[in-house]
């Protein structure tokens, strides 16, 4: 499997073409389950570029190759390795990555993600920002990170803090997977298509005329669309909304502890498997990403994050545990929530000396 940072690789992973008005975007790495590597960051950035100036093009639409989803995520062992070889390949990724996301946010075409199989960290980043997000029955939507001493990034303080509600803040804590319906409650999605209608939806789409409009786009995204059932986090609304309705780490847990009921006991008991550092971390990024003016903000912030993740043990047991060993028994430093002190979490919000944006503050995005 190639390296995310080798230059051998470009090209070959993202297919790039033009069909009829339509500009499309291939992730090809599906043995990876499509991973990210800078060469794709790269050649997606390109792609985007080229389209926009194309007057031909009417919209862009991003998929994934294979079965078995649009995008797993980073390529976290060959982070794992440039960070534990001290090289700023890592930091380079993520700066380009977030780059990236913010980009898709500000895309002015019509910018389609397919959904479908797993979407997770890096494949949130490029998916959830379009303005036509399109779930499908397979779709398995997740933040993970906390299970690996990590946190949810790509903006995850953004895009969760959007609703009025903890949805959020369970996303981000307990990284559950969530289903179609899920991912559309939480607005991380706009519409579900049966994936036996995606051939169709996609083939319909580059007969739209030049100078078509996002409402043409989403009225034949509608034409193939279904009404997705009721899911986990509807059903849970509100016990989520009064159980994750705290300013810490320590509280929410004793929330879950006091209620006793099923849902609950079933989040204290994956939250039990969680970095206890990497939720507290999580948590105060959600705080902070509620107050924040823009998107680019909340990716200043989590990228200043990755720094201390890279310094970190937990990251590098969580990876071990999860993706080396394969053990699933990381052992935590430190091990108890109650251990994790204000000098840990604090180490995550040191402002780096060269920040991705000129001035996050007076920047906007909206996903």
Known sequence: ?????????????????????????????????????????????????????????????VTGEGER????????????????????????????????????????????????????????????????????????????????????????????TRQDSELGTYIALTGEPLSAADAILAGLADSLVPSDRLPALIEALP???????????????????????????EQNRQAIDRLFAFDTVEQIMEALQKDGGVFAQQCLADLSTKSPLSLNVTLRLLQLGRQSPSLEACLEREFAAT???????????????AVIDKDRNPQWRPARLADVIDADVAAYFQPVDRPIFTDASKQGANP
Request: hydrophobic share 40%; charged share 25%; proline share 5%.
């Open 1 to 61: 499997m190639p390296s995310i940072f080798d230059p051998a690789a470009l090209h070959s992973e993202t297919l790039v073409e033009r069909q009829g008005a339509l500009g499309r975007i291939r992730l090809n790495r599906p043995k990876a389950l499509n991973s990210l590597t800078l060469g794709m960051v790269r050649d997606i950035e390109a792609a985007l570029d080229d389209f926009e100036r194309d007057p031909a093009i009417v919209a862009v639409i």
């Open 69 to 160: 989803g649009l995008c797993a995520g980073g390529d976290i062992r060959a982070i794992y390795d440039g960070g534990k070889a001290g090289s700023d390949e890592p930091a380079t990724f993520w700066r380009e990555e977030y780059r990236l996301n913010a980009r898709i946010g500000h895309y002015w075409k019509p910018y389609i993600a397919i959904m479908d199989g797993i979407v997770m960290g890096g494949g949130v980043g490029i998916s959830v920002y379009g303005s036509h997000r399109v779930v499908t029955e397979r779709t398995r939507f997740a933040m993970p990170e906390t299970g690996i001493g990590f946190f949810p990034d790509i903006g995850a303080s953004w895009f969760l």
């Open 207 to 233: 007969e739209l005329s030049a100078g078509g409009s996002s409402d043409a786009v989403s009225a034949v995204i509608e034409s193939h669309s279904a009404k997705p059932e009721s899911g986990k986090l």
């Open 307 to 321: 720094v201390a993740v890279l310094a970190s043990h937990d990251f590098y047991e969580g990876v071990r545990a």
